[in-house]
Structure formats: structure tokens, C-alpha cells
């Protein structure tokens, strides 16, 4: 089945331990990207990828880093959370067939909610 | 950064009447996205508009993209109550050369009363 995958699914830690979110996708998707979404803002883009070793800031990358060593994974990294990082985080992927073409489909995880005290 | 602006944020309906929600934009998009995501759900792609002035249709939703490809609309046809959640639409903000990130909308959330 052509899914993409988060763990954890839901996540309580304190201010300061590092953590990760781990995205994984089946569908050999080169666009892979991580959104956080709150209340009344809406889904905001954190950080996108159009291939491996390939990385770029969305609209609100303070605070979290990625990578992408391997295609079909794109991990979610907080060095060190704050309580401002508690909210929603989808992990979503595409084809994106080349550099001029805008990434396609969005397919998103089933997301993590994650709670910075 | 760039924005992509839609209302409304909330709209009441009642079961059979109408629906539309609207997005606009200051630049030019190279396309634009539409997703639903139910309530506890995750965003669901809806479909895709890509040349000015396209209109398409699945059964009763119309999506259009305006001439200048600066705004776009859904309308929701006698709606129906499993249309209830979070309408978004998502744009690639035009930067003349290379993929760019995606932009969303804030989102319309929509209720039905039955």
C-alpha cells in the first residue's frame, strides 16, 4: 500500500531533550516536505526536500534541522525543543518530475502531535 | 514572505445549501492545490489547477483558477454532511526558475447543520 509513515504518532517531552520525527514513503517520491499546523494558521512549511542531499527552509524553519541521506526518508529533527514547537507536524511527499515543475500530489502522513512542556 | 490569502475562515451551512471558499494571491502562482482534511485528519489532495482561466469539476465540486492566476475558488453544490472539514488551498508562489516551496492557506473550516 503507497502510504507515507510518522513515529511517533504522539509525543510529550520537556524543554531542551532533543528529539526526532522520522518520515518514511514507498512511493519513491523525490518532493518530500514537513509542515507544522495550529489553530488558526493553518499548515505552514517548515522544510522541503527535492532529492537526496537536496534541503531547503520553508516558511518557518527556525528551531528544527533535516535530512536526506535516503530517498524515501526525511526525519524531522528538534536539537532543542521549546514549548513554542507544540503543535501538529505532517510529514508529506510527491513526484516532482523536474527542477521547473511544481511539486505535484501532496501525500501526507497521519501526522504527530507533539508537546513541548 | 508571500501569501496566500483565503476566507473564509468559518462558514455555517445548511445541509443543501451551497458552499464556496476563495483564495487570493498579490503574485502570479504557477498552480494551485486544494485539499480537505476531515476533523482529526490528516490534509487529503483534491486536485491540481494549472493553466489560467481552468475550471474543473468532480461531481459536485468546481474548482476554478482566475485568468490572471492570482486567485481560485471551490464551490461545494448542495452540500452534503460527510463535506464537513477544512478546505486549504496551497500554492508554488512563481519565483521564475527552480521548485519553491509550498504555501497554504489558512483554510476554511466548514460546518453543516443538518
Known amino acids: 500500500e503507497a502510504q507515507v509513515t510518522q513515529n511517533p504518532r504522539y509525543l510529550i517531552t520537556v524543554t531542551g531533550k532533543k528529539l526526532t520525527v522520522t518520515c518514511s514513503q514507498n512511493m519513491n517520491h523525490e518532493y518530500m516536505s514537513w509542515y507544522r499546523q495550529d489553530p488558526g494558521l493553518g499548515l505552514r512549511q517548515i522544510y522541503y526536500?527535492?532529492?537526496?542531499?537536496?534541503?531547503d527552509k520553508g516558511d518557518v524553519p527556525e528551531g528544527y534541522k533535516v535530512s536526506r541521506k535516503e530517498k524515501r526518508n526525511f526525519p524531522l529533527i528538534l536539537e532543542s525543543p521549546s514549548p513554542n514547537q507544540t503543535s501538529l507536524y505532517f510529514c508529506a511527499s510527491s513526484l516532482l518530475t523536474s527542477g521547473s515543475d511544481p511539486p505535484g500530489e501532496q501525500f501526507f502522513g497521519p501526522g504527530t502531535r507533539l508537546t513541548v512542556l | 514572505g508571500q501569501q496566500v490569502m483565503q476566507i473564509p475562515q468559518y462558514q455555517h451551512v445548511q445541509e443543501g445549501e451551497d458552499f464556496t471558499t476563495y483564495c487570493n494571491s498579490s503574485?502570479?502562482?504557477?498552480?494551485i492545490q486544494w485539499y480537505k482534511q476531515r476533523p482529526g485528519g490528516h490534509p487529503v489532495f483534491l486536485i491540481q489547477l494549472v493553466k489560467s482561466g481552468e475550471v474543473k469539476k468532480q461531481k459536485r465540486l468546481t474548482f476554478q483558477f482566475g485568468e490572471a492566476k492570482k486567485n481560485s475558488s471551490l464551490h461545494i453544490t448542495a452540500t452534503q454532511t460527510t463535506d464537513v472539514g477544512t478546505y486549504f488551498c496551497?500554492?508554488?508562489?512563481?519565483?521564475?526558475?527552480?521548485?519553491?516551496?509550498?504555501?497554504f492557506g489558512k483554510g476554511t473550516h466548514l460546518i453543516i447543520q443538518p
Open positions: 526536500s527535492m532529492n537526496v542531499e537536496v534541503t
Open positions: 503574485t502570479t502562482l504557477s498552480n
Open positions: 496551497a500554492a508554488r508562489m512563481y519565483s521564475g526558475g527552480g521548485a519553491d516551496g509550498l504555501t
